[in-house]
């Protein structure tokens, strides 16, 4: 039975593929066929899982072209399918017929909810925990409620935690499990003394709800934190970024490892020392490993360079529902070296599900865009009065500001302001702006910030 499973899932994603349709569909039918299928499976002898608010996606292709650079035979999907449908479709298609899988390494990113029931299958070695934020909330609800459930998936005391020692409540993941490595980010020019954000998820400890002290914020709640009420802490990370330079994109790692950034984003940062710390505990040479993440350019689409006409563009793919994910897009527009014109869109908030659930716009540091490089800002889609609403509690001039309802007519933006283009938005309208533009090749990229 155990073989016909495997084929049917092979066969069904070929014709899945011809017909460009998803990674999910073969695994959900394996599941019914035998929905003890992944139990089934002989598992290599790496199994990285990744999991967390953001980051999951750009962090697993990280440390497969790392791994893959370090002369690892490695699978991994591609397509991003995280719920246990699309991990199936992944386990299955990269084994032989009795089972087995071929790869050095399999690497899974899971959806945050829905690792409790991969899991319960099989177990990872090595499990990377990125961060918790808001996100969804008319899906997940607070971070703490996602953290009860990935708390639910971590069920064998062999494997590896990898956790982000920075944030307090991936933090709490460690509590009763012995196998711990944690990853972070030293106190550096970026850091804050006090939280910026329009709100605070960290002023009280996630552990005993007193209030949590900061000696210095990296973004967000993010940083170096203690709780002098029940002692929960930063603990020290075996791998961290003991320099960073942001501006011109370089960072060390342990006080020996260069590693380039082609992206300067703090989020590229940390996906990026999460996967130099995943290469080093399977084995990889740490040189070359810090040689193949620097100025390596992703390929998830999260960052894509554009040309309309005579001007040039940069697409930063955030996540709606997801204030973080903004706020990190926006600290790159504004630190444009150059003048430029901001286009959000926001017209469809899910590709899942319908939700006009707005209130997350109201967590964005929309603010940080009142900088001298964004000569215009154009808000566009189905919410564009909601943002603009948004904008009118912000010190930004109205006269930068445009409105356009219809994305038919985004082409029309580009006429607007001056300067390079960066929009932000997420997967669910990124293609609404691409079709109307010419997608750049990866050596043509030249980026504003």
């Given at each position: 039975?155990?073989?016909?499973?495997?084929?049917?899932?092979?066969?069904?994603?070929?014709?899945?593929?011809?017909?460009?349709?998803?990674?999910?569909?073969?695994?959900?039918?394996?599941?019914?066929?035998c929905p003890n299928i992944l139990g089934r499976i002989k598992f290599c002898d790496y199994v990285i899982a990744v999991t967390?608010?953001?980051?999951?996606?750009?962090?697993?292709?990280?440390?497969?072209?790392?791994?893959?650079?370090?002369?690892?035979?490695?699978?991994?999907?591609?397509?991003?399918?995280?719920?246990?449908?699309?991990?199936?479709?992944?386990?299955?298609?990269?084994?032989?017929?009795?089972?087995?899988?071929?790869?050095?390494?399999?690497?899974?990113?899971?959806?945050?909810?829905?690792?409790?029931?991969?899991?319960?299958?099989?177990?990872?070695?090595?499990?990377?925990?990125?961060?918790?934020?808001?996100?969804?909330?008319?899906?997940?609800?607070?971070?703490?409620?996602?953290?009860?459930?990935?708390?639910?998936?971590?069920?064998?005391?062999?494997?590896?935690?990898?956790?982000?020692?920075?944030?307090?409540?991936?933090?709490?993941?460690?509590?009763?499990?012995?196998?711990?490595?944690?990853?972070?980010?030293?106190?550096?020019?970026?850091?804050?003394?006090k939280n910026d954000s329009v709100y605070n998820d960290g002023a009280y400890c996630p552990n005993c709800k007193e209030k949590?002290?900061?000696?210095?914020?990296?973004?967000?709640?993010?940083?170096?934190?203690?709780?002098?009420?029940?002692?929960?802490?930063?603990?020290?990370?075996?791998?961290?970024?003991?320099?960073?330079?942001?501006?011109?994109?370089?960072?060390?790692?342990?006080?020996?490892?260069?590693?380039?950034?082609?992206?300067?984003?703090?989020?590229?940062?940390?996906?990026?020392?999460?996967?130099?710390?995943?290469?080093?505990?399977?084995?990889?040479?740490?040189?070359?490993?810090?040689?193949?993440?620097?100025?390596?350019?992703?390929?998830?689409?999260?960052?894509?360079?554009?040309?309309?006409?005579?001007?040039?563009?940069?697409?930063?793919?955030?996540?709606?529902?997801?204030?973080?994910?903004?706020?990190?897009?926006?600290?790159?527009?504004?630190?444009?070296k150059k003048p430029c014109t901001v286009v959000i869109i926001v017209d469809a908030i899910s590709r899942k599900y319908f939700?006009?659930?707005?209130?997350?716009?109201?967590?964005?540091?929309?603010?940080?865009?009142?900088?001298?490089?964004?000569?215009?800002?154009?808000?566009?889609?189905?919410?564009?009065?909601?943002?603009?609403?948004?904008?009118?509690?912000?010190?930004?001039?109205?006269?930068?500001?445009?409105?356009?309802?219809?994305?038919?007519?985004?082409?029309?933006?580009?006429?607007?302001?001056?300067?390079?283009?960066?929009?932000?938005?997420?997967?669910?309208?990124?293609?609404?702006?691409?079709?109307?533009?010419?997608?750049?090749?990866?050596?043509?990229?030249?980026?504003?910030?």
């Amino acid at each position: 039975m155990k073989a016909i499973v495997i084929v049917i899932c092979k066969i069904l994603t070929k014709i899945g593929k011809l017909l460009n349709k998803g990674s999910s569909l073969p695994g959900k039918i394996a599941l019914k066929l035998c929905p003890n299928i992944l139990g089934r499976i002989k598992f290599c002898d790496y199994v990285i899982a990744v999991t967390g608010s953001n980051g999951k996606t750009s962090t697993v292709e990280l440390i497969a072209h790392t791994l893959e650079s370090c002369g690892f035979n490695v699978a991994y999907n591609k397509e991003g399918s995280n719920q246990i449908e699309g991990v199936t479709t992944l386990v299955l298609n990269n084994c032989d017929l009795s089972g087995k899988v071929k790869a050095q390494v399999l690497i899974v990113e899971s959806d945050e909810r829905f690792a409790r029931y991969t899991f319960s299958h099989f177990s990872p070695t090595h499990y990377v925990f990125t961060n918790l934020y808001r996100d969804q909330l008319s899906r997940n609800g607070h971070p703490e409620f996602v953290f009860d459930a990935l708390n639910d998936s971590i069920k064998d005391k062999n494997t590896t935690l990898v956790l982000n020692a920075d944030d307090p409540l991936i933090s709490l993941f460690a509590k009763g499990h012995d196998k711990v490595v944690w990853f972070g980010v030293e106190k550096n020019s970026l850091s804050k003394e006090k939280n910026d954000s329009v709100y605070n998820d960290g002023a009280y400890c996630p552990n005993c709800k007193e209030k949590m002290d900061y000696d210095f914020y990296h973004y967000a709640h993010i940083g170096s934190y203690e709780c002098k009420s029940c002692g929960h802490k930063r603990n020290e990370p075996q791998y961290k970024v003991t320099s960073l330079d942001l501006e011109n994109g370089s960072f060390v790692i342990n006080g020996e490892h260069n590693v380039s950034l082609f992206l300067k984003s703090i989020y590229n940062v940390y996906n990026s020392l999460a996967a130099f710390a995943v290469a080093d505990l399977v084995g990889a040479d740490k040189t070359l490993a810090a040689e193949a993440i620097s100025n390596h350019v992703l390929k998830n689409g999260r960052l894509t360079c554009f040309a309309s006409g005579e001007r040039n563009g940069v697409l930063l793919t955030s996540k709606h529902e997801n204030s973080v994910s903004y706020n990190q897009s926006i600290a790159l527009a504004a630190s444009s070296k150059k003048p430029c014109t901001v286009v959000i869109i926001v017209d469809a908030i899910s590709r899942k599900y319908f939700t006009g659930e707005i209130s997350w716009l109201w967590d964005i540091d929309f603010e940080k865009l009142n900088s001298p490089a964004v000569e215009k800002i154009i808000l566009a889609g189905r919410y564009c009065y909601d943002l603009a609403n948004r904008f009118s509690y912000t010190d930004i001039p109205q006269k930068k500001i445009e409105i356009v309802s219809d994305t038919q007519k985004l082409p029309y933006t580009f006429s607007l302001g001056s300067g390079d283009i960066i929009a932000i938005t997420c997967f669910s309208d990124r293609d609404k702006l691409l079709s109307n533009v010419e997608i750049l090749e990866p050596e043509k990229w030249t980026l504003p910030f």
